[in-house]
């Protein structure tokens, strides 16, 4: 079994551009974290999604960035305008639901 | 008071010493616990769940205490391998976000 797959695994970007982050849970889990995790910081929840639903964004800065969990395909975390704060590692976990969570190896962005 | 709270360490052990820890929450309808092994760099691994009878797998034992609403992980005979951020995680209700502690880092030592 696959278990989470994350791309890409790097990404660079310079300060103004678009950050697209792909999220496949594990086959069956219907629900999808992410977490942001700035460098020697522990991590910081952005957003818990269920299949086409977001259920709490309260992690989630209100400008610039977005996330969805289409009925089909990967969860995608969006940075529009990217700055250099948000050079950060980005972790997605799923779940089947209030249960452990499985982490992905994480999309490292690193914006110039 | 943030809902779940760790102390950030580091703790310092050496090799083949015992090390415990905590991490304490504060919502007293949480449910479910976690602790989960973080390495440099690496994502986040499930290490054991807690559960209320306390659990034991090899060297790592972690129990729960409900009416001071903390959970502990106890590591003995520590390894270098050991060295890691520890983190909590505690799920409030069913169907509700996992929220992670800040993590508690441990260097074992020589």
């Known amino acids: 079994n696959a278990g989470v797959m994350q791309n890409p695994r790097h990404l660079v970007r310079r300060r103004g551009q678009e950050a697209r982050l792909r999220c496949s849970p594990v086959?069956?889990?219907?629900?999808v974290y992410w977490y942001r995790q700035l460098p020697e910081e522990g991590l910081k929840f952005m957003v818990y999604?269920?299949?086409?639903?977001?259920?709490?964004e309260s992690g989630m800065p209100k400008e610039r960035f977005s996330a969805e969990f289409p009925k089909e395909g990967p969860s995608i975390l969006r940075i529009q305008q990217v700055v250099r704060g948000d050079s950060a590692a980005y972790f997605c976990?799923?779940?089947?639901?209030?249960?452990?969570?499985?982490f992905g190896e994480g999309s490292r962005l690193t914006v110039l | 008071r943030k809902e779940v709270e760790q102390d950030p360490g580091p703790f310092n052990v050496p090799e083949g010493a015992t090390v415990a820890f905590n991490c304490t929450y504060s919502n007293s309808a949480s449910q479910s616990f976690f602790w989960y092994r973080q390495d440099c760099r690496k994502e986040p691994k499930l290490l054991m769940s807690?559960?209320?009878s306390g659990n034991e797998d090899g060297r790592f034992t972690a129990q729960l205490n409900r009416a001071s609403q903390y959970i502990s992980l106890l590591i003995r005979d520590s390894k270098l391998s050991d060295s890691a951020t520890y983190l909590c995680v505690v799920i409030k209700a069913a169907g509700n976000k996992l929220t992670f502690g800040g993590g508690t880092r441990v260097l074992v030592k020589p």
């Open positions: 807690v559960y209320s």
């Open positions: 999604l269920q299949k086409e639903n977001i259920i709490d």
């Open positions: 976990a799923s779940s089947p639901g209030d249960r452990e969570l499985f």
């Open positions: 086959k069956g889990h219907s629900h």
